[in-house]
């Protein structure tokens, strides 16, 4: 297995195809259905179509890009992370994570913004990273302050706020 970058705790890779059903059933947890519904795959079909897409665009080294977080411990597939665009520009991405639930609360998903924060500049030329998370979200928002990520605003009426409860913007310039 070729890995992009490690943490103290992880490994980051492109998507193999046996992943789709560790990944459906991560995107299954209440935790990630509760604070990224749009997340979360229909069925196991739609995952493995998830899954060579994600692959498709890390090949091209196009956005999105999403990759793989494995556990160093366990070698088990435990989350994603990824960027895409803001609005056309890539030089502007938005930066999106998912740890799942037997491995929140440990630190990882601060350790895994921080580097693949640092790996998207090098590897993208991204100027400015943004971070968008459900307001009630706590956690979210700690790994982004975290990472230096600074609050610039709410936003209400997004389609992935099922809730309309509002979406908090963060956002870090890169150097």
Do not use: C
């Not at 979360?40 to 665009?57: C, G, H, N, P």
């Not at 090949?59 to 435990?78: D, F, H």
Request: no cysteine; glycine share 8%; net charge negative.
């Amino acid at each position: 297995m070729e890995y992009l970058f490690e943490t103290e705790n992880l490994k980051i890779r492109k998507f193999v195809s046996v992943d789709a059903e560790r990944l459906y059933e991560i995107h299954l947890e209440d935790e990630v259905k509760r604070w990224i519904p749009n997340e979360s795959y229909a069925d196991i079909d739609e995952t493995k179509d998830a899954v060579q897409f994600f692959l498709d665009r890390s090949r091209q080294e196009t956005l999105p890009y999403v990759l793989a977080v494995e556990s160093k411990m366990t070698g088990e597939l435990i989350g994603d992370t990824g960027i895409n665009e803001v609005e056309g520009d890539p030089s502007q991405v938005e930066i999106g994570y998912v740890i799942s639930q037997a491995y929140s609360g440990k630190g990882y998903a601060t350790e895994l913004v921080r580097t693949m924060t640092e790996f998207v500049v090098k590897k993208f030329h991204v100027k400015t990273l943004y971070g968008r998370v459900m307001k009630g979200n706590d956690a979210s928002v700690r790994v982004l302050e975290k990472n230096g990520y600074v609050f610039v605003k709410e936003e209400f009426g997004a389609e992935d706020d099922p809730y309309n409860n509002g979406m908090l913007i963060y956002r870090k310039d890169a150097g």
